[in-house]
């Protein structure tokens, strides 16, 4: 069966379940498999639980002989998972909407958040949910499209060579951004520049398709993407380039600055024109993020609402109420401290970030937990040991760091105390039955550290 017959079944039975759990009466079960499980030997329990048809690519060692019911309602395919993308792929094709494809190694879940609260001002916005970002994520996300939708706003995730390519030749974006690139999941990748020319496929996609991109001028690695594609090699014409970022650049559409960071972020910005006049006065927006690094996010939000025409009091509007969440740059107060919760995802770039936003917040006193840094290979220690050279130059009056990397590390660190887990964590605040309390505490680590358990005992 070809994907436009297999679409057309789809047409008629409009939910696909890859759960055998989730199964809703007349929908069809994508059998997908991984290392730990097997789809496959579920199909005909999700027909018995209701479904429609079963997408397989092993025949189900249960399966009843052909010409039975059952067994008609079974479709082999040679790839589940390539089937699950090119069936999204068609869905998407259903829809001539704006698709913005955004990747990154950092801040690509807030910039995708504030993009949707900014283009909801004026659209009805489809975007990623969670952390569907990757090559089962992404087709459910087209699957979420509907005839209501204006524009979708789709988050693409990497961590292997290839993966982004493999993400926009699903979702076939219109316009995209890469938020920025960093040292990050070197133990996939192989190296930097491995991270460079992974995300920089989003790049390749838009080029070779005559799409606009919003870049960073600030970002000299994006710069010097955008400019390998501008050699006298490359047979496309160059797109439409959207710049913002905080320098004088002429070319920059959108320009931004930092007001304050005590602690949320205040800013300021304005438009400019071709010949590097200032079109509108600066505008002033307070807002409910932590970290000056947010900005490079926000004026990528604000870059996407302008060129959509989302106008200037709506797009600070949309700003100043977005509220982060999953604990990604967010400020907690409890009864006895303030927390900045950056647990959710850290390697060096974001680590850096972090660390160098938390030492210049107006606040008093500080302390750091921060958790070890997953997916490194062999640079592992050499990271690690700059996270504490970090910290040793931050002064904070409290630093406690978790996981076994830390211990290798030269130690020069004020009132610092190793944890090997997590668990070691929690008994320390609970032993005295004395909680911490007047810290502005930045907790910062990779998800794997369950850092986010923490916040309960401060």
Known sequence: MDIKKLYKLYQQHPYITTDSRDCPKGSIFLALKGESFNGNQFAMQALEKGCAYAIVDEAPSNLPQQGTAFADRVIVVKDALQTFKDLAREHRRQFDIPVV????????????????????????????????????????????????HDIAVVEMGASHPGDIRTLVETAE????????????????????EGVCKTKGELYDYLISHDCPLFVNRDNEHLMQMISNHQSPINNH????????????????????????????????????????GYTS??????????????????????????????????????????VPSNNRSQM??????????????????????????????????????????????????EEHQKVVDMLANAHFDKVWLVGDEFSNCQLSIANCQLFHDVEEV???????????????ILIKGSNSNKLFQLPELL
């Open 237 to 276: 014409q160059s797109p439409d380039i959207y710049y913002y970022g905080q320098s004088d650049s002429k070319d920059i559409l959108i320009h931004g600055e930092v007001v304050s960071c005590a602690p949320f972020l205040k800013f300021r910005w304005r438009e400019q024109d071709d010949d590097a």
């Open 101 to 148: 494809g955004i990747t990154g190694t950092n801040g690509k879940t807030t910039t995708k958040e504030l993009i949707r609260a900014v283009l909801a001002e004026c659209y009805n916005v489809m975007a990623t949910e969670g952390n569907f970002n990757n090559d089962v994520g992404v087709p459910k996300t087209l699957f979420r499209l509907t005839k209501e």
């Open 173 to 192: 974006p219109t316009s995209g951004l890469i938020t920025n690139v960093g040292r990050a999941h070197l133990l996939g990748f192989g190296s930097f």
């Open 281 to 322: 006065e600066w505008m002033e927006v307070q807002t409910h993020l932590i970290g000056a690094y947010n900005l490079d996010n926000i004026l990528a939000a604000i870059t996407l609402g302008y060129v959509n025409n989302v106008p200037f009091e709506q797009i600070n509007h949309a700003i100043a109420n977005y």
């Open 332 to 381: 907690t107060v409890t009864e006895h401290n303030h927390l900045v919760v950056d647990a959710y995802n850290a390697n060096p770039t974001s680590m850096k970030a972090a660390i160098d936003n938390f030492k210049l917040m107006e606040v008093s006193p500080k302390m750091a937990i921060i958790g070890k840094m997953g997916e490194l290979g062999d640079v592992e220690q």
């Open 426 to 440: 929690k008994k320390a605040l609970t032993a005295n039955h004395q909680p911490l309390t007047g810290y502005y």
